[in-house]
């Protein structure tokens, strides 16, 4: 007994603390809502940052050789040229910085964080200081990649995928390539862990699995891909840093010859080693980037169709499935390296059967529009945009998973087209769907309508001007890698006057990005106000919680949910929505 | 502002938050070491007939073996310390905490003794593609030790204050840091045949 009364006398003591000051509370913050912001700004300005990279890769493909008006100034020492070496550059990190900077820290870390404790029902994540953790190890491997580019001989060069044994020889940006890696790899472990033990141990009182909003088990599953599939890359790097930096040869093949010398290693390493361990990472990585957009996309097809989701079950399952598959098809990106009919066998069969979930998801959210009065608010119109969208993206990437068309697509603008139809108008279309829905969340306050019109209509245009030309490029057979964009092929010339089209294009998509800056500013402050459940939504972070919710513990009082996440028009309820926690 | 299931299971899943948290965290450092003895395999196989070099060439045998006494003798005082803990006996708690982070310590020494012998003969990661996986496998096992004895260190000495004021929470602790242990010392049990005897 006595041991009991200590207990809770140190309960109470451990837990009365001051409010925390300017850095405990804006900074050094263990609050998730604080976190999911800092995440979000963050991943913001990265994308920001890997879409201008892009801006200016498409001056040297619509324009090689050509000094670059405005930003020339920065590298005189080429004339305001890209080179190729820079072009590589540019290559590698728009890659490196979009994937993991930008997309996975907003999907995950900001979007994440901010709302699965609040739709489950919980006062915070389960480790708040590990979760501080996350964030600040994910920020110094941002900030060691971006110091790369001031490495001797500049950032990455090998592709965004690294492969040696280019990336082994490269110059010292790609060791620090490894090393920001490395952290951002421990941000990803310490950040899944605390989804999944957030999600399994945090519930509230009634919200059973099957009564878990669909964005939850988006993030439950993304969580464990990010937990099982991140260590292969980790190895990869700690072994790419051992052949860098203590002249081991896991990678490096004997007899390599370098500028017509051979190199003085021991050999007898493997390059494709790398791409097995790289891709047993980076094909669940993909789910990675789709799976969190599969959520928001379905939080706000609900909310604005008015009625429940089509086949959320199916869709729970699908995507549990989705999970298991995504480890199992990584070698469909390596049909090309000689590694046997066998194994491409095995895996174009693969990648067969895990296009069904996929498939299921996307015919689930379509059905569900069936018959609705749908409200084309601003966040519907970019998840209506990303319906056919992910749909292109998917489609065309069937051709890629099966080994004989895939020879002749491989490494053309053609895999360019496909998976940025996923990631762009997909995934990326999905997180502005997000911002504008979850905005009155997080401000009490809503983004203006005009200007979020302004924002979707031109993005949706360009968009499609930038990657629709790529299929037309890349099954013309032109290579992905190339600077001048292909001017120097003959089989490319019937093809290249495409190239001004699609660089405009992205330099038009910019400018249609300035009106989401004015309006995410503005409206923080300008915006008007609107209540605490401005959608008229059912999940718990929006009826149970204020907007933006309490400091400390998000809930004066943890809700009991009574009933499924999307009970939209429910025959005989008072209004057309009824949220989780309230008896109708 | 109390996070739920802190200190007691929650009653459906029968876990504590860090008892999860640390299994996960297990199993995405099965996957790097698995991903790790996988490339081993793969450049061992991979390797052209009479080309890859074999741990026995290079290794001391004996020592290594000493080594996994040394490490499975650790794993058994964890335990005790976490059942010392279980049955209100802080002294022996410290006691066998205080022993399993010497034996940290002892298998530190021998292979330090082993690398150090590697060095002077002149074995280096760069040698050969055996000794790269070697070094590679083992230096990493060894930073696993480190941290493991660094937690350990800490709740022997200015950790142990927990046990005054929140007992559950800290033999909870206790508990984790243990099952870490224990995959230090099952990660060993795998690199000891794998690469001094095969």
């Known amino acids: ?584 | 502002m109390d996070i739920p299931y802190n200190v007691e299971p929650r009653p459906d899943t029968g876990l504590y938050n860090a008892k999860l948290g640390i299994w996960l965290f297990l199993a995405s450092e099965v996957m790097l070491f698995g991903a790790l003895f996988s490339s081993y395999v793969l450049l061992r196989t991979g390797a052209p007939p009479g080309t890859w070099h074999h741990g026995r060439e290079f290794l001391n045998v004996p020592m290594a073996t000493l080594n996994t006494i040394i490490l499975i003798a650790s794993s058994v005082t964890m335990v005790m310390s976490w059942a010392s803990l279980k049955l209100n006996d802080f002294k022996k708690f410290r006691l066998y905490l205080g022993l399993t982070f010497l034996c940290g310590v002892g298998f530190l020494c021998v292979k330090a003794y082993e690398y150090g012998t590697k060095f002077h003969h002149g074995y280096f990661p760069k040698s050969n593609t055996f000794l790269a996986i070697y070094f590679t496998l083992t230096g990493l096992h060894v930073l696993h030790v480190i941290g493991g004895m660094i937690v350990n260190g800490y709740f022997v000495g200015p950790g142990a204050k927990m046990w005054r004021t929140e007992p559950e929470r800290f033999t909870n602790r206790i508990e984790v840091a243990g099952l870490y242990w224990h995959f230090v010392d099952l990660v060993w049990i795998f690199l000891f045949p794998t690469l001094y005897l095969l």
């Open chain 1, 1 to 584: 007994m006595a041991l009991v009364d200590e207990r809770a006398h140190g309960h109470h003591e451990a837990h009365h603390h001051e409010e925390p000051g300017f850095w405990g509370k804006y900074v050094f913050s263990q609050d998730h809502k604080v976190i999911g912001i800092q995440y979000g700004f963050t991943a913001l300005v990265f994308l920001l940052f890997g879409f201008s990279l892009m801006m200016m890769m498409r001056w040297s493909l619509a324009y090689p050789n050509q000094p670059i008006p405005l930003l020339g100034k920065l590298f005189k020492t080429t004339g305001g040229i890209i080179v190729p070496e820079f072009y590589n550059q540019l290559g590698a990190m728009h890659g490196t910085i979009m994937v993991f900077l930008g997309i996975v820290p907003l999907a995950v870390g900001a979007f994440g964080n901010y709302l699965v404790p609040l739709q489950i029902g919980a006062p915070d994540m389960a480790f708040p200081k590990l979760n501080m953790a996350s964030y600040w190890s994910y920020f110094v491997g941002g900030v060691v990649m971006l110091a790369s580019f001031f490495a001797p001989g500049g950032a990455a060069q090998s592709g965004w995928t690294s492969y040696p044994p280019l990336s082994d020889i490269a110059p010292s940006g790609q060791t620090m390539w490894l090393f920001g890696m490395l952290f951002l790899i421990i941000s990803s472990v310490l950040g899944s862990t605390n989804f999944i033990v957030t999600i399994i141990q945090l519930r509230a009182p009634g919200l059973t699995w099957m009564r878990l909003p669909f964005f939850v088990w988006a993030q439950f599953v993304t969580s464990f891909l990010l937990l099982l599939a991140f260590p292969a890359l980790q190895a990869a790097a700690i072994l790419q840093m051992m052949d860098r930096l203590a002249g081991t040869s896991f990678f490096l093949p004997s007899g390599l010859v370098v500028s017509g010398q051979q190199l003085a290693v021991s050999g007898g390493g493997s390059p494709l080693l790398w791409q097995h361990l790289f891709w047993f990472l980076a094909h669940p990585e993909v789910y990675v980037l789709i799976l969190p957009a599969f959520g928001i996309i379905a939080e706000v097809i609900a909310n604005n169709t008015r009625k429940p989701l089509w086949g959320y079950r199916s869709m729970v399952w699908a995507i549990t499935f989705l999970g298991f598959m995504s480890f199992i098809v990584w070698a469909h990106h390596m049909f090309m390296t000689g590694m046997g009919t066998v194994m491409s066998t095995f895996f174009q069969t693969t990648t067969m059967i895990i296009s069904i979930p996929s498939v299921i998801v996307l015919t689930a959210l379509i059905i569900s529009l069936w018959g609705a009065s749908i409200r084309y608010t601003v966040p519907m119109l970019f998840a209506l945009a990303f319906l056919p969208m992910f749909a292109i993206g998917g489609l065309t990437g069937l051709p890629l998973g099966l080994a004989p068309t895939d020879i002749h697509l491989h490494d053309t603008y053609y895999v360019i087209g496909h998976f940025h139809y996923v990631v762009a108008p997909g995934t990326i279309f999905a997180m502005f769907a997000g911002i504008y829905y979850w905005f009155p969340k997080l401000t009490g306050r809503s983004m203006s309508n005009l200007l979020g019109h302004l924002h979707f209509w031109p993005s949706f245009l360009f968009i499609n001007g930038i990657f629709m030309p790529m299929f037309i490029q890349g099954m013309a057979g032109v290579s992905r890698r190339l600077y001048d964009g292909g001017a120097s092929y003959s089989h490319a010339q019937g093809v290249l006057h495409w190239n001004t089209f699609m660089s405009a294009s992205a330099w038009l998509l910019g400018l249609a990005q300035i009106p989401f800056i004015i309006n995410l500013f503005w409206s923080m402050w300008k915006g008007k106000k609107v209540g605490s459940n401005p959608w008229g939504a059912t999940t718990l972070e929006w009826a149970a919680t204020t907007s933006p919710p309490l400091a400390h513990g998000n809930f004066t009082e943890i809700p009991t949910a009574v009933r499924g996440p999307y009970d939209y028009s429910l025959p005989g309820a008072p209004q057309d929505f009824v949220p989780q926690h309230q008896e109708a």
